[in-house]
């Protein structure tokens, strides 16, 4: 089955930048849609944006748009979430997850990582 790492997470600065990494393993299909996500203490999760492996085109949340850039590496089974001009609400854990391209839920989850923006 396929399984999903994060990585890249940390603590920054205000205005800093962080590139989050979302590798997976086993068979791990072109026909994949990759979101992320994030959550924090006392909020619900909430989508940040995803990334279709076929054609390469994303969606992204209001709240990121112009700051985050998803981009995939299909020959490295790799998607990345690229963060700009953070600010301290981007602090949460960060998850990547995995739909088939024809549903809407994603049942494939990676273990979270944690972002922590400092102002």
């Known amino acids: 089955q396929v399984q999903l790492v994060e990585s890249g997470g940390g603590l920054v600065q205000a205005g800093g930048s962080l590139r989050l990494s979302c590798a997976a393993s086993g068979r791990f299909l072109t026909s994949y849609v990759v979101g992320w996500f994030r959550q924090s203490p006392g909020k619900e999760r909430e989508f940040v944006g995803e990334?279709?492996?076929?054609?390469?085109?994303?969606t992204y949340a209001d709240s990121v748009k112009g700051r985050f850039t998803i981009s995939r590496d299909n020959a490295k089974n790799t998607v990345y979430l690229q963060m700009n001009s953070l600010k301290p609400e981007d602090t949460a854990i960060y998850y990547c997850a995995a739909r088939w391209v024809s549903t809407q839920e994603y049942d494939i989850w990676g273990q979270g990582t944690q972002v922590t923006v400092s102002s």
């Open positions: 990334i279709n492996r076929i054609s390469g085109g994303t």
